[in-house]
């Protein structure tokens, strides 16, 4: 609960946005939902520049629903309150789609080993 209350309560990167964060996307068919992703604001600064990051996690979507994929990760992409996006849970499936929308891969030597 404590983490919680950080992301979506005292989040610091939230300040401006009061309300309007979408603290995640859904994909639904008829009367499921199918598919999830985490939308997580992040407050970044260089050279005394602010930056807002979505950082994106904890992507799911069903198997038999994966061919609406595209669509619901492109309003991801698309926000129009941020500055850049971070995918934190991409996967050799998911980092096809992260190529088609031209993602930058993270500049370390394996994706596979953690660095904390």
Known sequence: MEE??????DNPALRDFQD???IGLILEDDNNIVGYIANIPVAYEYNNIKFIAAAASSWVV????RNHTIPSIARCFHQ?????LIITSAD???GKL???FRCKKVPIPSL????F
Do not use: A, G, T
């Open 92 to 94: 050799y499936e998911s």
């Open 112 to 115: 596979s080993i953690p660095l």
């Open 4 to 9: 919680w209350q950080y992301l979506w309560v």
């Open 80 to 84: 129009k309150m941020v500055d850049f």
């Open 98 to 100: 992260c190529r088609l």
């Open 62 to 65: 069903d198997v038999n629903d």
């Open 20 to 22: 309007n964060w979408p």
